[in-house]
């Protein structure tokens, strides 16, 4: 896996727009879990790092754009009709420097889409918890 170092300063503050069924997974973990909201995706980055599961997780098999495309481009990952989910809002912060790895992965995995990268990582990792 390659990360690629990140220039641009980034405050750390983000707000997540999760699916409402995600965002209630994340609160019920936190308190089943006693992690913090940041660790929880900071977390699930790693499971998704550690075997490598990004390709599967953002590159859908009949995608015509491969999973790291020279160009930059994100693989066709696919999203409901505007309006058809009112998504919900979660604010964190970050370390900066944890900002900067997950800048970089946003910009490999989902064309620096990164409410899309945690959105995907998040939901793969929840699937995987909710196995366990």
């Known amino acids: 896996m390659n990360i690629e170092p990140v220039e641009e300063e980034h405050s750390g503050h983000v707000t997540l727009y999760l699916p409402k069924g995600l965002n209630q ?11 913090s909201y940041p660790g929880i995706v900071l977390n699930a980055i790693s499971w998704a790092a550690g075997e490598n599961r990004f390709a599967q997780i953002f590159a859908p098999d009949d995608s015509q754009i491969p999973a790291n495309d020279i160009f930059g481009r994100a693989p066709v990952i696919p999203r409901l009709a ?10 964190l912060r970050f370390r900066k420097d944890h900002m900067r790895v997950i800048i970089s992965l946003a910009r490999t995995w989902t064309a620096d ?3 899309a990268f945690f959105v995907g990582v998040l939901t793969a990792y929840r699937d995987q ?3 366990e």
């Open 113 to 115: 889409n990164r409410n």
């Open 25 to 35: 997974w994340l609160g019920e973990h936190r308190a089943s879990t006693g992690i």
């Open 129 to 131: 918890q909710n196995k």
């Open 82 to 91: 505007r309006g058809s989910v009112e998504p919900e809002t979660r604010p």
